[in-house]
C-alpha cells in the first residue's frame, strides 16, 4: 500500500464548476500537507500549505486537511480552462532532520470552455 | 527575483554513462531537495543537502550522490545509467528543512 493515494483522473468538467480533489495517507506522522500544480513539461508549482487540520482559502482555491480520516482536499471554485493541469498533492512529518516530501500520483483535470 | 533554476533542460544519454544535473535555489534558500518524476508518476525523493551535507536519502542506489557548494548550489549526479533512469529530475528549494519547497522546471533525461 502506497503511503499517499490519489485518485489519477483523468477529471474532466465544464467551465465554472466547482472541482474537489482529494488523497488520503497512511501515516499519521504527516502534519505538513502542500498541494502542488504541474503544467505540461513544467515543474511544479505551489498551491496551497498547510500545518495540521483545518481549511485554508487563496482565491478560487480551498484545502481542507482532516488528519482524524487521513484525509486532504483540494476545492477549486469557477473553474477556468487555465486551471487544466496535473494537482499533485504532498505531504511531509516535518520532523527536525527531514524535508522529505511525499507525493500523490497526481490528478489530470481538464476544464472546458 | 528569480525562481529554482536548473540546468541542462534536456539531456541525452547512453546506458553505462554518467551525467551530471545542475542546480541553483531560489534567491534566499538554504535547503535543496532533488527528485525523481517517472511519466505519470508524483515525484519520488532522492536526497536532501543542507548545510553542504546530504541530510536524508530515498530508496535510491549509491549511484546517486549529490553536492551542495557554499553558494547553496547543488549538483545531481548519476553513475552507471540505466534504462529506467529515464525521467524528469527535479530540484526543489526551501529555507531550512520544512519549510514549503519550490520547484524547478526540472532536467528531462533520457537514457537509449
Known amino acids: 500500500q502506497k503511503e499517499v493515494e490519489q485518485d489519477p483522473g483523468p477529471l474532466s468538467v465544464p467551465e465554472g464548476a466547482i472541482v474537489s480533489l482529494n488523497c488520503t495517507y497512511s501515516?499519521?506522522?504527516?502534519?505538513?500537507f502542500m498541494w502542488y500544480r504541474q503544467y505540461s513539461r513544467k515543474g511544479p508549482e505551489l498551491l496551497m500549505y498547510?500545518?495540521?487540520?483545518g481549511n485554508k482559502e487563496d482565491g478560487r482555491f480551498t484545502a481542507q486537511v482532516d488528519k482524524s480520516s487521513k484525509y486532504i482536499s483540494l476545492f477549486i471554485r469557477d473553474s477556468q480552462p487555465s486551471d487544466s493541469a496535473t494537482y499533485l498533492c504532498?505531504?511531509?512529518?516535518?520532523?527536525?532532520?527531514?524535508?522529505?516530501?511525499?507525493f500523490g500520483q497526481g490528478t489530470t483535470l481538464q476544464v472546458k470552455p | 527575483d528569480a525562481g529554482v533554476t536548473q540546468s541542462p533542460t534536456h539531456l541525452i544519454k547512453t546506458r553505462g554513462q554518467q551525467v551530471t544535473l545542475r542546480c541553483s535555489p531560489k534567491?534566499?534558500?538554504?535547503?535543496v531537495s532533488w527528485y525523481q518524476q517517472a511519466l505519470g508518476q508524483g515525484p519520488q525523493f532522492i536526497f536532501q543537502?543542507?548545510?553542504?551535507?546530504?541530510?536524508q536519502r530515498g530508496n535510491f542506489p549509491d549511484r546517486f550522490s549529490g553536492h551542495q557548494f557554499p553558494n547553496y548550489s547543488s549538483e545531481l549526479n548519476v553513475n552507471a545509467l540505466l534504462l529506467g533512469d529515464s525521467a524528469l529530475y527535479l530540484c526543489?528549494?526551501?529555507?531550512?528543512?520544512?519549510?514549503?519547497?519550490?520547484f524547478g522546471d526540472g532536467t528531462r533525461l533520457s537514457i537509449l
Open positions: 526543489a528549494s526551501g529555507l531550512g528543512r520544512t519549510q514549503p519547497q519550490h
Open positions: 501515516n499519521s506522522a504527516f502534519q505538513y
Open positions: 498547510t500545518y495540521s487540520s
Open positions: 504532498a505531504m511531509s512529518d516535518g520532523s527536525s532532520n527531514t524535508g522529505k516530501l511525499i
Open positions: 534567491s534566499g534558500h538554504d535547503t
Open positions: 543537502y543542507y548545510e553542504e551535507e546530504e541530510r
